[in-house]
């Protein structure tokens, strides 16, 4: 994989970079309620910008239709961008359209365009490689082309996974590099797959298993503790023949945890108290409960604080940690503290600890924790998954050559 050092020792001032980022970032009224993939984004821009290339940004936002769609529109990422940057952002209405070859080809030495959503194209995340790179070349067209000095620097690590016209096409077209949170992301998932040292412990918590098995299924030889929390744990629960009320079950995955629960029963921890309501809502009356009997009518909406102590203890000592998905439904505040107590329990690790991205990390900043005492905060959810899962992420091996 070429690096961006590479790319500047050639020299980019006046050349036109297509960057792929991953700035898909939550909204809330027209806002940016948490810009850590903006922010994780801002190092290669700054030193493509301070070196005077012409800096085209691609970037998607959310799963509009493959059509226009004004909710899933980048105009505020773009605001929020500039701020951030302290620099000006130039802002095209369409993808590869006149707003956006117009605003490409008037860019100066320094300048930044960040193009409208690309999956506003439906070719964007087209299954047809001729209509995927159709689309590419319309893009990698914005640079001038090769001959003109164009390039492609892919930094959007929470992407790398989709094989998208953005993210793995454009590669084929223009001299590719690999950005530097892609190559960070890399570095340190490259650490929980070898030889993680050991004590080795995992927290998985979201609301399947469905999206975890493949996960649960290649760390479980590897790690010493799995420690489940979150909506998927109640299917454990299930699975060991406990009532779990109303709580979230996936039927068609019984079967499967009570299998990893014979294969590794001495690694895997589940919560032995859980916090119930009949109610889903922000002064929802709740009660902590045994894991063991929850009341009928009452779902299970985070781990309770004897479990949260129980993963602290697991966590103790621990010199690999990886921990993906919230332990609750920690946006709302009567089931935010398992979530939080888990946070707190992976920050204090002293060996390296590791927040797969999503809602995790969303939680770690909403929850208002210091990032700064992780091991590393990953901008991928999905893409980190598919890592660790041993799968092969398309943006990334499109990248080394494959
Ligand atoms: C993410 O949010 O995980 C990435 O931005 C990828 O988005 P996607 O899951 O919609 O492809
Ligand atoms: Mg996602």
Redesign the pocket.
């Known amino acids: 994989m070429r690096t961006l050092e590479e790319l500047i020792k050639h020299g980019v001032k006046g050349r036109r970079v297509l960057v792929r980022c991953?700035l898909?970032v939550p909204l809330k009224d027209g806002q940016v309620t948490d810009d850590g993939r903006i922010r994780a984004s801002l190092p290669v821009l700054t030193t493509l910008l301070d070196y005077g290339a012409r800096v085209i940004v691609m970037a998607?936002l959310?799963?509009p239709k493959g059509e226009p769609d004004p909710a899933y529109s980048l105009s505020p990422v773009a605001d929020r961008l500039a701020q951030l940057l302290g620099r000006p952002v130039e802002f095209a209405l369409d993808t590869v359209g006149e707003s956006a070859r117009l605003l490409a080809s008037g860019l100066a030495d320094g300048e930044l365009l960040l193009l409208e959503n690309v999956r506003f194209n439906a070719a964007e995340t087209s299954k047809d490689d001729e209509t995927r790179l159709a689309f590419a070349r319309e893009l990698a067209a914005l640079t001038g082309g090769d001959e003109d000095g164009g390039v492609f620097v892919e930094d959007a690590f929470?992407?790398v996974h989709?094989k998208h016209a953005s993210v793995y096409d454009i590669a084929t077209l223009l001299p590719n590099y690999g950005g530097n949170l892609v190559r960070a992301e890399l570095e340190v998932l490259t650490r929980l797959t070898g030889d993680a040292e050991r004590p080795y412990v995992v927290i998985l918590g979201g609301s399947k298993v469905s999206d975890k098995l493949a996960v649960i299924e290649s760390l479980l030889p590897k790690v010493d503790k799995l420690l489940v929390g979150g909506g998927m744990c109640f299917t454990f629960l299930k699975a060991q023949g406990h009532e779990i009320g109303d709580s979230l079950l996936e039927e068609d995955q019984v079967e499967n945890c009570r299998r990893f629960l014979a294969e590794a029963a001495d690694k895997i921890v589940l919560p032995s108290d859980v916090v119930v309501s009949a109610e889903f809502s922000a002064d929802a009356p709740t009660d902590t409960v045994p894991a063991t009997q929850l009341p009928a009518g009452k779902k299970g909406l985070d781990i309770g604080p004897e479990t949260v102590a129980a993963f602290a203890a697991a966590l103790d000592g621990a010199k690999t940690v990886f921990w993906n998905g919230p332990m609750g439904v920690f946006e709302l505040a009567p089931f935010a503290a398992g979530t939080k107590g888990v946070a707190e329990a992976v920050a204090a690790v002293d060996g390296l600890s590791v927040v797969g991205?999503?809602d995790s990390a969303a939680a770690v900043r909403a929850l208002g924790l210091d990032e700064a005492s992780f091991g590393h905060i990953s901008t991928?959810?999905?893409?980190s998954l598919e890592y660790l899962e041993g799968k092969t992420l398309p943006g990334v091996a499109v990248l080394e050559g494959a």
């Open positions: 991953d898909n998607h959310g799963r929470g992407a989709r991205g999503g991928g959810g999905g893409a």
